[in-house]
């Protein structure tokens, strides 16, 4: 079956700790994204990419970054610097155009 | 730059009793309004996209409907699996992609 995976489904962060989330589509959707969700708000961009080696900063990408090196790849690392990295992770896709996302199941960070 | 409202916050029902939520947004053009659910501990789940004003999209006992400045979702006779949050977003034709309102969390009691 199609779709995106994202792992691990828990991870735990210790004090100036960086750690990877995993986003992986099988899809062949061309745009990735990254958001986080914390509760009472909405989802907040983190970074996307349209294509291939190429990604850009969404609203709230300090102490975040990415990397973009195959099509169905997408993973996020959240640094050191990213002072309140507490959250739920979500991975997207879309085709392109004004296709509509589609999401993995998330990653829940949690700081030790 | 673009804006989604959704309102209520919280929607408690009784099953079978029919409701809207509603989903006011503000966006320069519209390229697609866009309905998810999202479980507790999941992520966003897509139900419908509509792209142009007076355009309705129906599956099982959820209706969504749009205009020039909101979209509604209906729910004709809910059943406790219903229950969820409910997602509306819009994409306003920049390259960033998409737009998320808060959500409203609906409770359908047995």
């Known amino acids: 079956d199609g779709g995106i995976t994202q792992s691990p489904k828990y991870l735990f962060r210790k004090e100036g700790q960086n750690v990877t989330l995993s986003c992986e589509q099988n899809l062949n959707h061309d745009a990735m994204y990254w958001y986080r969700q914390d509760p009472g708000q909405g989802l907040r961009l983190i970074y996307y990419s349209q294509i291939v080696n190429d990604f850009q900063k969404g609203d709230i990408a300090e102490g975040y970054s990415v990397s973009r090196e195959k099509k169905e790849s997408f993973p996020l690392t959240v640094t050191s610097a990213q002072k309140n990295p507490t959250a739920f992770y979500l991975c997207a896709s879309r085709y392109r155009g004004n296709q509509p996302q589609h999401f993995g199941d998330g990653t829940r960070l949690s700081i030790l | 730059e673009d804006q989604v409202t959704q309102s209520p916050e919280a929607l408690r029902l009784q099953e079978g009793e029919s409701s809207s939520l509603n989903c006011s947004y503000t966006?320069?053009?519209?390229?697609?309004l866009f309905w998810y659910r999202q479980d507790p501990g999941k992520g966003p789940e897509f139900l419908f996209t509509l792209y142009s004003a007076g355009e309705e999209k129906e599956k099982e006992r959820l209706k969504a409907t749009l205009t020039k400045k909101e979209s509604f979702l209906h729910i004709t006779a809910p059943k406790p699996e219903d229950s969820a949050t409910y997602l509306c977003?819009?994409?306003?034709?920049?390259?960033?992609?998409?737009?998320f309102g808060k959500g409203t969390h609906l409770i359908i009691q047995p």
């Open positions: 977003a819009v994409d306003g034709g920049g390259a960033d992609g998409l737009t």
């Open positions: 966006v320069s053009g519209l390229r697609g």
